[in-house]
């Protein structure tokens, strides 16, 4: 869906695409017309309304009743794809939308293009335009086709019997067929999920949760609207509803290919073929009053819909103010809200909301907000809550309810042991994953027996002429940060991102830190995040030369910590060291990241990770993540790491946005 240009914008042409398929769809038309009008011959029309008029009256009365049934169905088709699309539209009005676009896409045909006239003249007062509207008439189609073929290859391995009558194939055969339906559909719904090289396989379809939904509406739907037609056929000369619905699908699948106005022509040939015991004048009759009753009568109470909201666009415009608030989506700029609530934040990881590649959920009293960023059909919450503590039980319901609204699984990463219960309260499953090192620097002293291995890196550092000192935001030359860092690249390799800081210029200009020198050349830094109430201090970026002495960066670390407790803080942190701790935690989250640490080479600098910050002897915090799965949460696992390993420029210029609501009804 990513792929459809906004056709607003001035200029634009029909995209080449548009051409070659509406030429297919209109020799497939004349195909299946030219071959029906062969296969009716000498038809006696009069015989075709008599047999219309002699349906019995409650057979229309049940094939009506069915009818609202599969299109009470139908309408459910826009909520779920508005919710993939991170719209959020209210029910009543995707409900509204579902069900009159369909009705005359359906009756009219081309449906791609009259489904999306139709969604945006609905959608058009909500800040839906032709593009959005585009992608949501195509995501209904592709999820409808796909559940349609699966529920087909299902009835085709369970009853076999009748196609293998038509085809003359074995039911053996059939069931083959049948089956490798079901393994293409499964294939499909997995590639929804699956990334290759970094990229989303499947990111034209729905995703995983949406296909399921999709799917019940889809029997709901289908099997009331096959049955429909098959209670007005003549009693005795029609297969059993099983099989029937075999031939329904096979007809309606091949009229949406073939963008045929209600069918015509394709729903004929495909029932004069696999019914050739129903007489011709009251198979004839039959389909006459069943277009009526599903193609006719749901597209005129449609097009009053569409007239009435025409002549009241006004109205309709002043409502929208009343059913949405304005999303909180990431940015180069933070907003408002967010701003205030990170002055008086009590941590200071916080301050990765100024990444730009995050979105934040609020609490209904803004009092508080929780960073979120969408990955490979997952949501993910970064940390604790930004703000009031208090607030933190009613933003771990939001951002489960937001996951479900989205069709998305939930997982929040590097969670304290606080926020995880509320997380468990909620449902969620609590796994940890590393330790977070902590001292208060207010006590802290090099002087102590357990700081001798640091004493000994610093006098290291001190003998080479290593000097450090300290910077303000704004106080230092970004440049020759950058060009430590671009030195630290080409020997470590890509930097991380999203659970830490980038060396980008405007990012780094927002932060103080340590910078160390050598005779007055600069050969290291670290940057250092302070909570709005300046209670907490952390490290951030940390950068250093390839070969920079020895002891260098324990002393940009010991300078900082002194820094931080002269300044009266009560809490530095060093950050989390991934699966530091779960040597002896059981569970499938400590499985796959040590299976993670093993593929990627992690583990043994996770361990000199963990041996350099124990230099300062800290206390260790253990750190969670929370996912809806009890076990193997590969996906939730597979998405967080894709964030933390993306490009800096990928993260930065591509964010993926997630519109919230601020104040949720």
Request: aromatic share 8%; glycine share 8%.
């Amino acid at each position: 869906m990513a792929g459809i240009r906004d056709a607003s914008a001035p200029g634009d042409a029909i995209p080449r695409s548009v051409v070659p398929r509406l030429a297919f769809s209109l020799i497939l038309i004349a195909a299946f017309l030219y071959t029906m009008l062969l296969q009716l011959g000498d038809v006696d029309w009069n015989g075709v309304v008599a047999a219309a008029m002699g349906i019995p009256a409650w057979a229309i009365a049940t094939s009506l009743a069915l009818v609202v049934i599969s299109y009470a169905a139908i309408s459910f088709y826009d909520v779920i794809a508005m919710r993939c699309l991170g719209h959020r539209m209210p029910k009543a009005i995707a409900l509204r939308t579902g069900f009159a676009s369909i009705a005359i896409s359906q009756a009219l045909g081309f449906g791609l293009i009259t489904g999306t006239l139709v969604r945006w003249r609905f959608y058009r007062h909500h800040s839906i335009g032709p593009v959005e509207a585009a992608k949501v008439t195509g995501l209904v189609s592709v999820g409808f086709m796909i559940t349609l073929a699966a529920i087909l290859a299902a009835l085709l391995t369970l009853v076999p019997g009748y196609a293998s009558g038509l085809t003359g194939l074995s039911d053996n055969m059939i069931r083959a067929i049948g089956c490798l339906g079901l393994a293409t559909a499964t294939a499909i719904y997995l590639a929804s999920s699956l990334r290759w090289g970094g990229e989303q396989i499947g990111f034209w379809l729905p995703r995983p949760r949406a296909i399921r939904r999709m799917m019940v509406f889809t029997l709901i739907d289908v099997v009331p609207a096959g049955l429909a037609f098959w209670v007005l056929l003549p009693a005795g000369t029609v297969p059993d509803p099983t099989q029937f619905l075999v031939i329904y699908m096979i007809a309606l699948g091949l009229a949406l290919l073939s963008n045929s106005p209600a069918g015509l022509g394709v729903i004929e040939t495909a029932c004069l073929f696999t019914m050739p015991d129903v007489p011709v004048e009251a198979l004839l009759g039959s389909l006459l009053v069943y277009r009526a009753l599903y193609y006719g009568l749901p597209m005129l109470i449609a097009g009053v819909m569409l007239i009435a909201l025409e002549t009241r666009p006004a109205k309709a415009a002043a409502r929208t103010g009343n059913l949405h608030a304005a999303p909180l989506r990431p940015g180069p700029e933070l907003p408002e809200a967010v701003t205030r609530l990170l002055a008086k934040s009590h941590r200071a990881e916080a301050a990765l909301a100024h990444l730009g590649d995050k979105s934040f959920l609020m609490s209904r009293s803004g009092r508080a907000c929780l960073m979120v960023t969408e990955n490979a059909n997952t949501l993910v919450a970064l940390s604790d809550p930004i703000g009031c503590r208090r607030e933190a039980r009613e933003l771990a319901r939001l951002f489960i309810r937001e996951a479900a609204q989205r069709y998305l699984e939930p997982a929040a990463y590097k969670c304290t042991g606080r926020f995880a219960a509320e997380l468990r309260r909620a449902g969620l499953t609590v796994s940890r994953i590393g330790e977070e090192a902590l001292l208060d620097p207010r006590g802290f002293d090099i002087s102590t027996p357990a700081h001798r291995s640091l004493r000994r890196k610093l006098r290291q550092a001190e003998k080479a002429g290593v000097t450090v000192e300290p910077f303000e935001p704004g106080d230092i030359a970004i440049d020759d940060l950058l060009a430590i860092d671009t030195a630290w690249k080409n020997a470590k390799g890509a930097a991380m991102g999203f659970s830490q800081g980038y060396c980008r210029p405007d990012y780094l200009a927002r932060f103080g830190g340590i910078l160390a020198r050598i005779d007055g050349k600069p050969v290291a830094f670290v940057t250092l995040w302070k909570s709005g109430d300046g209670r907490e201090v952390s490290i951030d970026v940390m950068r250093n030369l390839p070969d920079t002495p020895h002891g260098t960066m324990q002393s940009l670390i010991t300078a900082a910590i002194e820094q931080a407790g002269e300044a009266g803080a009560r809490k530095f942190s060093l950050c989390a060291v991934f699966l530091k701790g779960l040597e002896s935690v059981p569970g499938p989250v400590a499985h796959i990241g040590n299976l993670l640490c093993e593929r990627y080479g992690l583990s043994e600098s996770q361990q000199n990770l963990a041996r350099f910050k124990q230099q300062f002897s800290p206390h260790w915090r253990p750190v969670f993540m929370c996912t809806r799965r009890a076990r193997l949460p590969v996906q939730e696992t597979l998405a967080i790491r894709d964030l933390i390993t993306t490009t800096v420029d990928a993260a930065v210029l591509e964010p993926v946005p997630v519109r919230v609501n601020p104040h949720p009804q």
